[in-house]
């Protein structure tokens, strides 16, 4: 069978004959055509596989869906739809859901929104449910790590959904929890509007009352409540009912009594009204009732409940923009030397693949064939595309700008750079900072006091209060129940530090616990490791100072010309440097290299030896006669290298680590934060002091090794010093690790990062300044919060059980007390939201 076939050649080439004679023919969209096996649309001019089948032709996303699709078409031609049980057509059907790992087609988008609102009622039970996490994903509560379930569910300790620990698939859909909370909000703001109106009408100077009379008004109120209470309040009751039964009080405790005492206590007074003593009736001979607060409780919880699960979508969205910059196929070259697009999931380390113009490279390896030029801007920041020829690394996600390479996967899976960013993200996510375990043990001990002040409220009412004391001290303890409220207790840590970590992965800064971002702010010593973290890393040619008769041109082309045979690292320094001056080469014979003093042949016509004071030593010449200059250099960090011509000393060359141009202005920003700055280098004394010199470092330890730089981290830490050590290399793991925040640079080795708790994706200083503002800002901004909602608590609750009465009269209705308690909630997520535009 032609599998290459141009879908022009076929009537009908989009799917079953003339079932879309109604689609726009202009439109693009209408020419995409959905692989019936995986749900994935598919553009046939794409050059995909295609196959016909029954005089239609189906394509397929790549050749194991075909192959798939082959060997079971009857499995793969319709689908029921699970809302309404028509049958779809898979490979035309407009609307497809992935839920739980399972494909589900739709007929229109009303049955697809029904679904997607609430898949559980649609789905019979019958069938095993399939994740759409990876198996084995473990489930935990945003607010409680320690809860850990092999299963999703709801947290025992507070009631909230778990969600999954591992990195959400790309294609898992929008948040279940969110749809259905968006929709009890609706339902609840819907009902509580001409409620506010009817019980507040009178001082609003509405006549709603007067007009239909209080008996009704009460009836219609009662009809309006009941939906909001017993059904878009579910999720808070069973919130609430665990809390108690696992005896861990906390803010659905409270809201479960506010909600439930207000309506119960409202629905006695209308049913039946005559069990209650003439003192408690008001208007029209009625008893009052509280419907009103019952309702707008609940509309006001889900208010801040929704912007919290939007603001973590927002960071969830975050993730899955990383994520989609992962290619879903790859071609791989088989052993036959075949090619066959295949999906990324199926790739092995060793497998060959080609990476054509404009295609993102597929998973991390190493070029075997050709030159192109790669857009690594995701993972580096810098926008000039690198080349990339024959033994370079490339990263998985990375941009294939104009040739064509062949490569070999190394690197596949969760193990890719882009999977570990996306993986530290998600971590980073769910955790919370030491703070959020204060702000839990005050909760445990603050929501029995507040049912304790409730009960003396109440009987404080009814046994010293004025008339009516029954209806007062009703009052006042629901008052009390329903401003104790701690919403803005439990959202104050988490929405800072999932902001700030959306925040830094903006700016190049991947936060991997919120642990890492509290402890930053308090740190007091910074160690840095020279190479590569101040700088670059790779030496580079910085001096050639010719001596006698030759000129530097022609010094400069002999030492070149000779270290093209080196593999030294200083070697091609030399040689970079001189190709970037245009200096030309001559034809070296004879090469020789002398182990620890460099290297010797003839350049053209003369005999050229390069190489340390113990080269010449052995030459029987005397450097001395350069030896300001050497020193010099030396002073300056530089590695010099003596070049001599015809057994005569013809003058040097020296060789730089060159810093960073970012490094001194982050060095002096650091200090301005009040950092102590430690260099840690196994570099040797001099070169350390002289870098060290120029970018005002306040201390200097050279030639430590790896034992070394944690030594001196626990003997830091032993004065009471806070510190964090940036590095990456495998040498600086040991040190990141033990530190109290290691900060890894994201160019530099896979065990760096996994040591640390702070990941710079761009490898330069400027980093640890706007990671150190975000940890100060994100803590500020936490303080904040706390300060607001127990501030708010400590005056709303006296207030609420009634204080003021004796000197002012003054009693907080339970309705007023309801705002106030979300509006401190909606404040909190504001406040945090800040964070999103924090200078850095």
């Known amino acids: 069978m032609d599998t290459t076939k141009d879908h022009h050649h076929h009537p009908h080439a989009h799917g079953h004959g003339d079932h879309h004679h109604d689609a726009p023919e202009a439109s693009k969209t209408a020419l995409m055509t959905r692989d019936p096996v995986c749900g994935m649309t598919v553009d046939p001019d794409a050059g995909k596989p295609s ?116 990195v ?106 005559d069990i209650f003593p003439h003192s408690f009736r008001g208007h029209g001979g009625m008893v009052p009732v509280y419907f009103e607060a019952a309702a707008v409780i609940v509309a006001l919880v889900f208010v801040g409940q929704v912007l919290e699960l939007k603001a973590r979508e927002r960071t969830g969205s975050a993730i899955r923009a990383l994520l989609d910059l992962a290619p879903k196929t790859a071609r791989r070259i088989d052993a036959d030397g075949s090619e066959s697009d295949v999906s990324v999931d199926v790739i092995q380390a060793g497998d060959r693949l080609r990476v054509r113009p404009g295609e993102r490279v597929p998973v991390d390896g190493s070029v075997i064939e050709g030159q192109s030029t790669i857009d690594e801007s995701m993972i580096t920041g810098e926008p000039v595309p690198v080349e990339k020829t024959k033994g370079d690394m490339l990263t998985g996600g990375t941009m294939n700008k104009n040739g064509t390479l062949v490569m070999t996967a190394e690197k596949v899976g969760e193990d890719t750079t882009l999977s570990r960013i996306v993986d530290m993200v998600a971590k980073a996510q769910r955790s919370r900072a030491p703070i959020q375990g204060t702000v839990d043990r005050v909760s445990a001990i603050f929501v029995p006091a507040v049912v304790a002040v409730a009960i003396i409220a109440f009987l404080v009412w009814y046994f010293v209060g004025p008339e009516p004391q029954l209806a007062h001290a009703l009052l006042a303890t629901v008052a009390v129940l329903i401003i104790a409220c701690p919403c803005a207790l439990g959202l104050a840590t988490p929405m800072s530090i999932m902001i700030a970590t959306g925040r830094g992965a903006q700016e190049g800064v991947l936060i991997k616990d919120a642990e ?93 030896a390069l190489g340390n004071a113990a080269m010449l030593g052995d030459l029987g010449i005397d450097p001395a006669v350069l030896a300001e200059r050497t020193d010099a250099l030396r002073g300056e960090g530089k590695t010099v290298m003596f070049v001599v011509v015809d057994g005569a000393l013809a003058g040097l060359v020296a060789v730089a680590d060159r810093i960073k141009p970012t490094t001194a202005a982050a060095i002096k920003a650091l200090h301005e934060s009040g950092l102590k700055i430690i260099m840690a280098t196994g570099d040797n ?109 400590a005056l709303g609750i006296p207030v609420a059980a009634g204080v003021l009465f004796p000197v002012f009269g003054l009693l907080l209705s339970p309705m007023i007390a309801a705002a106030a308690m979300s509006l401190s909630s909606v404040s909190v997520i504001s406040n945090a939201l800040r964070l999103r535009f924090e200078k850095l």
Not at 591 to 598: D, L, N, V
């Open 685 to 793: 004394e001099r070169t350390a002091r002289a870098v060290a010199k120029s970018l005002g470092i306040d201390e200097v330890r050279a030639d430590v090794l790896p034992e070394g730089k944690k030594a001196l981290v626990d003997e830091l830490r032993a004065k009471g010093a806070v510190i964090a050590m940036a590095g990456d290399g495998v040498n600086d793991a040991p040190a990141l690790a033990a530190a109290d925040v290691g900060i890894a640079m994201g160019t530099g080795a896979d065990v760096a990062v996994e040591s640390a708790g702070i990941t710079l994706v761009k490898g330069d200083l400027n980093g640890i300044v706007r990671a150190r503002r975000l940890a100060g800002a994100t803590m500020r901004n936490i303080r904040q919060n706390l300060g607001f909602a127990f501030g708010y608590n």
């Open 168 to 273: 959400p698939p790309a294609d898992e859909g929008p948040n279940p929890e969110l749809i259905d909370f968006t929709r009890r909000l609706w339902v609840s703001a819907v009902l509580s509007v001409p409620l506010l109106a009817l019980s507040m009408g009178p001082m609003l100077g509405l006549p709603l009352r007067e007009t239909i009379g209080e008996p009704l008004a009460t009836w219609i109120e009662l009809l309006l409540a009941t939906p909001v209470v017993l059904w878009a309040a579910l999720p808070f009751f069973r919130r609430a009912w665990a809390s108690v039964v696992n005896r861990s009080p906390n803010m659905w405790t409270l809201i479960g009594l506010g909600v439930g005492t207000a309506y119960v206590y409202s629905l006695v007074a209308v049913l039946l009204p």
């Open 516 to 608: 890492a971002l509290e402890r930053f702010s308090k740190v007091d010593t910074l160690i840095v490791d020279k190479t590569g973290t101040l700088t670059e890393g790779k030496p580079k040619l910085t001096d050639v100072v010719p001596f006698g008769n030759i000129d530097e041109a022609r010094l400069l082309s002999l030492a070149a010309s000779l270290e093209r045979g080196s593999e030294h690292p200083l070697a091609e320094a030399i040689v970079s440097g001189a190709e970037e001056r245009g200096t030309g080469f001559v034809e070296v014979t004879g090469f020789a290299a002398k182990t620890g003093k460099g290297v010797e042949g003839k350049a053209g016509d003369v005999s050229v």
């Open 51 to 166: 196959l016909d089948h029954q005089d239609h032709t189906y394509h397929f996303c790549c050749g194991g869906c075909r192959t798939k699709f082959e060997a079971a078409p009857q499995d793969y031609l319709t689908a029921k739809d699970p809302v309404c049980g028509m049958s779809v057509d898979r490979a035309t059907a407009k609307h497809f859901l992935k839920h739980e790992g399972e494909k589900f087609y739709f007929c229109s988008a009303a049955c697809r929104g029904k679904f997607e609102a609430d898949p559980a009622s649609y789905l019979d039970g019958s069938r095993p449910v399939a994740k759409a996490m990876p198996k084995g994903t473990l489930y935990t509560c945003p607010m409680h790590p320690e809860v850990i379930s092999d299963h999703p569910g709801d947290c025992p300790k507070c009631g909230m959904a778990l969600e999954p620990m591992g």
